[in-house]
């Protein structure tokens, strides 16, 4: 009888009787350039807390190598296994590094402390580059944006010193391209643009070439245990092929980001189109016009340019689209039907990385499934207001943004006063609630209780337990009111609920030319230069909606606005009173910050949403639970909380038009 295969499989493996599988030494790590990706070519040293015992990785080490996957079938004599491990696996690599190391320099953490060793040897040059390319890569590094201004105020200091060691050739083009494009230089634009897709598709072949060779993937390894067979025809073709297909992933993402920019292939063809056109190149733009149509074959501007562009340029015109980037498009389309394929009979998973896969490309049975993870419209309907007597003061076209909203008479006047005794007991109790600098700013200082803890005062006898219901009344009767404003229908949880008080440290105000809170998104990084918000950690990516239902007035400053995306062009200004309520989604559309405080107290409560009850806040439940127990028999109603009918409120009912947005989902 024949042998079966895997038999033959193992016999080719194995060696001659006789024989010894030695195993074949390492080669002694030589020096290496220090790199984010390659680390630094150093000699292995004794394990200590650093552990720096394990050498930096190599560009494919998280592709290339990697030990075998064990199939159930294989394993199942004893000893089997690891036989197979010794003889398939390569030598210990010396290139291999933890996650966490790689993870570090992921996030250019070795830069952090390279600006201070440069620093300390007087190299200044040097520092400002390290301390320059970490802080590209940690925008929101309060430490290191004080730094980075300290190095400008130096003497010595070269501007061309505040470069990004770490940038990559088609990103410096892209942002090149996109700063001329801004400025109406057309032909720069274009220039540099086109040299960017040329990177770009480099990069992407590169990135391409190192998904061939071994799997691996911790997360998944105990899960697939597939058979020789199903290893050989499915499971590792297609895992290459998935490989391939989030690399457009790998080029898209900016140096020391986890998160991808949007459509970054198209979105090079339509921005080329346009500057072609106004630099008076009717040919190349309606061919970037018709490149960027394989992408998206529906769009209507484009559609409507191509007619343009035959117009202009003579219907005997030939106009086709790129061929590097047919090629492109129809090799992408091959693969996601071959992996759509696999998911379908083979049990596979798959995230599909771009936005312009065809609906028909997925199978009619996954079309359901798939839907849920596909980017939602932001648009929204509003909703009739739960509660009597509370007015919309503004909404979103009046505040010149998108799900921006102003309630009045929140509270009451002796509401508000019942909160701030609330405040000043729960700080002469000297406990979770003390006095320190803001984390903001160094001229004010912080105060801060959340819901549990004022019951616990109340519980310790050091707060009156109406006002600890009373905050905990407030917050519930403002989430009502913003869920019914902004998601009827839709349940909004807790995510975090704060009572804040900033206060303005005396004799030190003068000159002062810092925020209260700088500008930010609430559930992204905001990234003024890059025009982008990064939905990533340490983000709160799962809030959804915020709000702040301020107490009082008398003091100077501390105002809240909104701006656009870079940060400074404030669009709406906001300023606080008892009883007001704003209220506002958390994503990149609404960047906000804080004027500085610069007399008196400011009080409000601070609160955030999330639709995810997963990200729920459980020690709201708790205080409720305490509060259901304590206040039997002594209900105390807020003023003015008689539910309303379902008619609309006065204010609401102006007809908003938000822009639809894009939402990411990258989680």
């Known amino acids: 009888a024949r042998p079966g295969p895997l038999l033959f499989f193992l016999r080719f493996l194995l060696p001659e009787p006789g024989l010894a599988a030695v195993p074949q030494p390492s080669p002694p790590p030589g020096p290496a350039p220090c790199t984010a990706t390659r680390g630094c070519g150093r000699p292995a040293a004794p394990a200590r807390r650093l552990r720096r015992e394990e050498p930096f990785p190599s560009p494919a080490a998280g592709r290339g190598a990697g030990r075998p996957r064990c199939s159930g079938r294989c394993c199942s004599a004893p000893g089997a ?89 088609h990103w410096e083009a892209y942002e090149a391209g996109v700063q001329h494009y801004d400025a109406d230089e057309y032909l720069q634009a274009v220039a540099s643009l086109e040299e960017s897709l040329t990177e770009a598709l480099s990069a992407l072949e590169e990135c391409r070439a190192l998904c061939e060779g071994p799997w691996e993937d911790e997360d998944e390894e105990e899960q697939m245990q597939p058979g020789l067979y199903e290893a050989i025809a499915g499971t590792h073709y297609i895992q290459v092929l ?18 991808a920019t949007e459509d970054f292939i198209p979105s090079h063809l339509d921005l080329l189109q346009f500057a072609y056109s106004q630099a008076g190149n009717q040919t190349l ?32 015109a030939a106009v086709t689209a790129r061929q590097n980037i047919q090629h492109y498009v129809q090799r992408s389309l091959m693969e996601k039907k071959l992996i759509y394929y696999a998911v379908e009979h083979l049990g596979e998973t798959f995230n599909d990385p771009d936005l312009w896969t065809p609906d028909e490309l997925v199978p009619e049975k996954l079309k359901e499934k798939y839907s849920l993870l596909m980017p939602v419209c932001a648009c929204f309907s509003i909703g009739p207001l ?32 019942d909160l701030l005794r609330l405040t000043k007991a729960a700080g002469e109790a000297g406990d979770g609630y003390r006095a320190r600098r803001s984390p903001h700013t160094p001229h004010e200082r912080f105060e801060g209780l959340t819901v549990l803890k004022a019951v616990q005062l109340a519980q310790n006898g050091d707060v009156e337990w109406r006002d600890a219901k009373l905050l905990l009344q407030a917050s519930e009767k403002s989430r009502k009111i913003i869920e019914s404003y902004f998601a009827p229908g839709k349940k909004l949880h807790f995510s975090f609920t704060h009572l804040v008080c900033r206060t303005a440290v005396d004799g030190e105000q003068e000159g002062r030319m810092d925020l209260s809170h700088p500008v930010h998104a609430d559930n992204c990084l905001l990234d003024p230069e890059g025009q982008e918000c990064w939905k990533e950690p340490p983000a709160y990516v799962y809030r959804d909606y915020s709000g702040i239902l301020y107490l009082n007035d008398d003091f100077q400053g501390g105002g809240l606005f909104f701006t656009e995306m870079d940060s400074v062009t404030v669009t709406a200004e906001v300023r606080p009173k008892c009883g007001r309520l704003v209220a506002f989604s958390s994503g990149k559309e609404n960047p906000h910050g804080v004027w500085a405080v610069s007399r008196g107290r400011r009080c409000a409560v601070a609160l955030w949403y999330t639709h995810s009850q997963e990200h729920a806040e459980q020690v709201k439940g708790r205080a409720g639970e305490i509060n259901t127990s304590t206040f039997k028999g002594d209900q105390i109603p807020l003023r003015n909380t008689k539910p309303a009918d379902r008619r609309q409120k006065p204010g609401s009912d102006r007809k908003q038009q938000p822009k639809v947005l894009r939402v990411r989902d990258e989680f």
């Not at 309606?286 to 992408?295: G, M, N």
Request: with cysteine.
């Open 81 to 169: 296994c690891s036989c197979l491990g010794r003889r398939l696996r390569p030598a210990p690599s010396a290139h291999r590094a933890s996650s966490a190391v790689r993870r570090d320099f992921e996030r250019r953490e070795p830069y952090n402390y390279l600006q201070v060793a440069f620093f300390k040897l007087k190299k200044l040059d040097q520092a400002v580059s390290a301390a320059h390319t970490f802080f590209v890569a940690n925008p929101q590094h309060l430490q290191m944006r004080e730094d980075i201004e300290k190095y400008r105020r130096m003497s010595g200091v070269k501007s061309d010193s505040f470069r990004d060691l770490e940038a990559t050739p």
């Open 242 to 259: 998935k490989c391939r297909q989030q690399c457009v992933l790998e080029i898209a993402t900016k140096p020391g980001r986890i998160s």
């Open 285 to 316: 733009a309606a061919e970037c016009a018709a490149s960027y149509l394989l992408f998206y074959p529906t769009d209507e501007p484009m559609l409507e340019k191509m007619k343009q562009y035959h117009t202009e340029l003579g219907e005997g």
């Open 386 to 417: 739960p509660f009597e007597g509370i007015a919309v003061t503004m909404d979103s076209q009046q505040m010149n943004g998108t799900q921006r909203v102003v309630f009045d008479r929140v509270l009451t006047e002796s509401e508000c006063k």
